[in-house]
T-cell receptor
Framework: DTGVSQDPRHKITKRGQNVTFRCDPI?????LYWYRQTLGQGPEFLTY????????KSRLLSDRFSAERPKGSFSTLEIQRTEQGDSAMYLC????????????FGSGTRLTVV | TQLLEQSPQFLSIQEGENLTVYCNSS?????LQWYRQEPGEGPVLLVT?????EVKKLKRLTFQFGDARKDSSLHITAAQPGDTGLYLC?????????????FGKGTKLSVIP
C-alpha cells in the first residue's frame, strides 16, 4: 500500500466551472476526512466519512460542495460554480481510529480558480 | 470553537542550535498530534500524545503534553537542515459526536546550514 493518493495534484479552473477531486485512502482505513488549507493557515476540517456514511460536515462546506464515498472505498469532493475564494489546497486523510491517533494525509490537490 | 495558538509563527536558526515551539489552547483535548509539512505536500504525522504530562521522544525531537491537556511543546535538539518545514499541532476533541481535528496555524522553521 502506497498511502493516501489524491488526484489531480494541481487544478486550474475558471470561475464558475465545476471541479471534482478524487481520494484513494489506505485500503484498511475505514475513516476518511477532507480538509482545506489556505496559505499561512493550518488545515480546516470539511467533512468525515466512516465507511460510506458521511457523519460530519463543517459549516465551511457550503451548498456548492458535495462529497461522496461510494462503497466505502475512494471518495470524491465536488465543487460547483467555483469562486476565487475556493482557491486552496484540498487535503484528504484516512485513519483506523476516529481522530485520536493521527491521520495519514495525501499530498493534496492544489486548486487555483482564475 | 476550539482554537490552537502556535508560537513562534516563524523561526530561523543555525544548524546545531536547540529550539522549542509551543501549542496553546484554552480548551481540553483528548489527544494532541504534531505534524510536519513541506511545501506542496500534505502534513506527515510525527507523534500523538494522549495522557496529560506525557513526554515522547523521537530521535532529536521531544514532545510534551501539558498536565491539563490544553497545551503542548516540541523541542528539537541540535537542529539540522532536514528539520526545515512547517510544524503543525492538532487537537482531537473530547466527548463523542465530533471527529474534526483543530489545527494551529503552524510554526515555519528554517534551519540554516
Amino acid at each position: 500500500d502506497t498511502g493516501v493518493s489524491q488526484d489531480p495534484r494541481h487544478k486550474i479552473t475558471k470561475r464558475g466551472q465545476n471541479v471534482t477531486f478524487r481520494c484513494d485512502p489506505i485500503s484498511e482505513h475505514n475513516r476518511l476526512y477532507w480538509y482545506r488549507q489556505t496559505l499561512g493557515q493550518g488545515p480546516e476540517f470539511l467533512t468525515y466519512f466512516q465507511n460510506e456514511a458521511q457523519l460530519e460536515k463543517s459549516r465551511l462546506l457550503s451548498d456548492r460542495f458535495s462529497a461522496e464515498r461510494p462503497k466505502g472505498s475512494f471518495s470524491t469532493l465536488e465543487i460547483q460554480r467555483t469562486e476565487q475564494g475556493d482557491s486552496a489546497m484540498y487535503l484528504c486523510a484516512s485513519s483506523l481510529e476516529a481522530g485520536v491517533y493521527g491521520y495519514t494525509f495525501g499530498s493534496g490537490t492544489r486548486l487555483t480558480v482564475v | 470553537t476550539q482554537l490552537l495558538e502556535q508560537s513562534p509563527q516563524f523561526l530561523s536558526i543555525q544548524e546545531g542550535e536547540n529550539l522549542t515551539v509551543y501549542c496553546n489552547s484554552s480548551s481540553v483535548f483528548s489527544s494532541l498530534q504534531w505534524y510536519r509539512q513541506e511545501p506542496g505536500e500534505g502534513p506527515v504525522l510525527l507523534v500523538t500524545v494522549v495522557t496529560g504530562g506525557e513526554v515522547k521522544k523521537l530521535k532529536r525531537l521531544t514532545f510534551q503534553f501539558g498536565d491539563a491537556r490544553k497545551d503542548s511543546s516540541l523541542h528539537i535538539t541540535a537542529a539540522q537542515p532536514g528539520d526545515t518545514g512547517l510544524y503543525l499541532c492538532a487537537g482531537a476533541p473530547t466527548g463523542a459526536g465530533s471527529y474534526q481535528l483543530t489545527f494551529g496555524k503552524g510554526t515555519k522553521l528554517s534551519v540554516i546550514p
